[in-house]
Antibody, heavy 123, light 107 residues
Framework: EVELVESGGGVVQPGGSLRLSCEVSGFTFDENTMHWVRQAPGKGLEWVSLINWDGYSTYYADSVKGRFTISRDNRKNSLYLQMNSLLIEDTALYYC????????????????WGQGTMVTVSS | DIQMTQSPSSLSASIGDRVTITCRASQSISSYLNWYQHKPGKAPKLLIFAASSLQSGVPLRFSGSGSGTDFTLTISSLQREDFATYYCQQSYSPPLTFGGGTKVEIK
């Protein structure tokens, strides 16, 4: 069974840092592009970042560029999101999601999602 | 960045109704358009990718159409389990962007 499990969320003060993790199972992790997507309370979905299969290509939403860093460890079947200089507007449920692309290709659609981990930025 | 505009933002419909949701891109995105269903407390679910391809396991009452800048998601006969919020998303180029969502409610 394909599964994505996020962890690392919590409450942090503005300007603080958090590192989210996403542990995956049930598919060949090192052949898939992965994404982070978030949903602020009462708001819609917002794509955050993507990383290709080998980690050498990354993209970010303008709202997090320069503050967030996406990475992966294919030996551990894990995806990460290092979040620095957190703002109140970063408060959201953060999902990791698998790209639908097959065989190291990136199609930028999300076919498998985790249940999310909540990040709350508050003083 | 490519902006995605969905309409309506919400709608009320009855079981068995035909429902249509539209999505417009700020520039041509060919067929790089995907649709998701999202229910409270659940992970979003991919319904349609590449504008008109039905994701495995998704009921045939869901269909997608369009290309360029204008796209449509249609539910041919609304079922109780379809009450949810629907999002379009462009996969033409990063930064990837979602529409604002359409909440489908029971009339």
């Amino acid at each position: 069974e394909v599964e994505l499990v996020e962890s690392g969320g919590g409450v942090v003060q503005p300007g603080g840092s958090l590192r989210l993790s996403c542990e995956v199972s049930g598919f060949t992790f090192d052949e898939n592009t992965m994404h982070w997507v978030r949903q602020a309370p009462g708001k819609g979905l917002e794509w955050v970042s993507l990383i290709n299969w080998d980690g050498y290509s990354t993209y970010y939403a303008d709202s997090v560029k320069g503050r967030f860093t996406i990475s992966r460890d294919n030996r551990k079947n894990s995806l990460y999101l290092q979040m620095n200089s957190l703002l109140i507007e970063d408060t959201a449920l953060y999902y990791c999601a698998k790209d639908i692309g097959v065989g190291k290709l990136t199609d930028d659609a999300f076919d498998i999602w985790g249940q999310g981990t909540m990040v709350t930025v508050s003083s | 960045d490519i902006q995605m505009t969905q309409s309506p933002s919400s709608l009320s419909a009855s079981i068995g109704d035909r429902v249509t949701i539209t999505c417009r891109a700020s520039q041509s995105i060919s067929s790089y358009l995907n649709w998701y269903q999202h229910k409270p407390g659940k992970a979003p679910k991919l319904l349609i990718f590449a504008a008109s391809s039905l994701q495995s396991g998704v009921p045939l009452r869901f269909s997608g159409s369009g290309s360029g800048t204008d796209f449509t998601l249609t539910i041919s006969s609304l079922q109780r389990e379809d009450f949810a919020t629907y999002y379009c998303q462009q996969s033409y180029s990063p930064p990837l962007t979602f529409g604002g969502g359409t909440k489908v409610e029971i009339k």
